[in-house]
């Protein structure tokens, strides 16, 4: 069975500081995983999505994670906070994402991102 | 390009009610995947059409169902409502293209059951 955990339900940065969201995983198989932000009152939005091409993946709005297999990681980072990135952002992972298809998402619980000016 | 659709945006129903929710892709899309959202579950998958047919599901009992017409507008019902059935209920579509995959989410439909 697959299983995401996202470590911290809030984490608050800097503007300008280092933005670092974790995001472990679980899989039997070789995982597809993805990243979701969520703004206040609106709806989701996918960031980026790992697919086995490259261990490095980048995002929209400047955001990057890197898929790190021997510490099952997916962490999403990004160099420099703007107050427009406080949002909730999801990790998510799923066993059989291909052909434009996300697959049977399993969601983390999410961690709520707060920028202080 | 109009964005994804869904309605009604806001619904009250009572536990042993039926509902039916419209969830309208981007011109184009095949794909269209249903999530439900609650405070205590999260998010959670529902199920995933592309060309009319179910390809994927998540585990909710067979009283979530859904489908998909010839011009990829989906519909997801729920029959004999309980209250834990209450939540946003978001829908998105996909398409894969040359420059990878995208993913575009509705506002949601918000159901609250009584």
């Known amino acids: 069975a697959q299983s995401v955990t996202q470590l911290g339900s809030h984490v608050s940065v800097s503007e300008g500081a280092l933005v670092l969201l974790r995001c472990n995983y679980s899989?039997?198989?070789?995982?597809?995983l993805f990243w979701y932000v969520q703004y206040p009152n609106q709806g989701l939005q996918l960031l980026l999505k790992?697919?086995?091409?490259?261990?490095l993946v980048k995002g929209i709005n400047g955001f990057e994670a890197e898929f790190k297999k021997s510490e099952t990681s997916f962490h999403l980072t990004k160099p420099s906070a703007h107050m427009s990135d406080a949002a909730e952002y999801f990790c998510?992972?799923?066993?059989?994402?291909?052909?434009?298809?996300?697959?049977?998402?399993?969601f983390g619980k999410g961690t709520k991102l707060s920028v202080k000016p | 390009k109009a964005g994804v659709t869904q309605t009604p945006r806001y619904l009250i129903k009572t536990r042993g009610q039926q509902v039916t929710l419209s969830c309208s892709p981007i011109?184009?899309?095949?794909?269209v995947s249903w999530y439900q959202q609650t405070p205590g579950q999260g998010l959670q998958f529902l199920f995933e059409?592309?060309?009319?047919?179910?390809?994927n599901k998540g585990n909710f009992p067979g009283r979530f169902s859904g489908r998909q017409f010839s011009n990829s507008r989906s519909e997801m019902n729920v029959s004999t409502l309980e209250l834990g059935d209450s939540a946003l209920y978001l829908c998105?579509?996909?398409?894969?293209?040359?420059?990878?995959?995208?993913?575009?989410f509705g506002p949601g439909t918000r159901l609250l059951v009584l």
């Open positions: 998105a579509s996909s398409l894969v293209s040359r420059g990878g995959e995208t993913q575009y």
């Open positions: 899989s039997s198989v070789p995982p597809y």
């Open positions: 790992y697919t086995s091409a490259a261990t």
């Open positions: 998510a992972v799923s066993d059989n994402a291909y052909g434009g298809s996300q697959g049977n998402l399993i």
């Open positions: 011109s184009g899309h095949r794909s």
């Open positions: 059409y592309f060309s009319e047919t179910q390809r």
